[in-house]
């Protein structure tokens, strides 16, 4: 699987930043190819 997270949030290090961080990292222990993207 491969997943392309494309993050809106205009704080490098805020709190969507590591709640998306989260979500991939279960992402990738279950094996998914990951690639993060800012929105802007």
Known sequence: ???TA???SYR???VIN???DEILS???E???QLET???G
């Open 18 to 20: 590591r709640v998306v």
């Open 12 to 14: 490098k290090d805020g």
């Open 30 to 32: 279950q094996g998914a």
């Open 26 to 28: 279960s992402a990738r």
């Open 1 to 3: 699987m491969r997943l």
């Open 37 to 39: 993207k800012p929105a």
């Open 6 to 8: 494309i993050v809106g």
